[in-house]
């Protein structure tokens, strides 16, 4: 059984930095596509960015670029999200999610319960 967990989530002000962890269990995260997405109060929910199994990053929010980082570490099975230079815009409720192929060209399968990010201008 997979599951995925999300930590790291809080409230910051306008220009502060939160790191979020998902822990995967069930999937080896490096071997497979692995992602974040969020989804703010009346929106659909959007990607952020993704890893796939060999290590390629995509960020799919041109919002978010240069201010966002997706990275895993393999010992810890574990995902995660730097966010720097927070914006009031990036209020939302992230998720991890991950697919059981290595490209990310699959359904998104696996999803966390999430994690809230509030920024305050």
Excluded: H
């Amino acid at each position: 059984q997979v599951q995925l967990v999300e930590s790291g989530g809080g409230s910051v002000q306008s220009g502060g930095s939160l790191r979020l962890s998902c822990v995967a269990s069930g999937i080896t995260a490096s071997s497979a596509c692995m992602g974040w997405f969020r989804q703010a109060p009346g929106k659909e929910r959007e990607a952020v960015a993704t890893i796939n199994g060999y290590g390629i990053t995509t960020y799919a929010a041109d919002s978010v670029k240069g201010r966002f980082t997706i990275s895993q570490d393999s010992a810890k099975n574990t995902l995660y999200l730097q966010m720097n230079s927070l914006k009031p815009e990036d209020t939302a409720m992230y998720y991890c999610a991950g697919q059981y192929v290595r490209l990310c060209s699959g359904p998104w399968k696996y999803w966390g319960q999430g994690t809230q990010v509030t920024v305050s201008s």
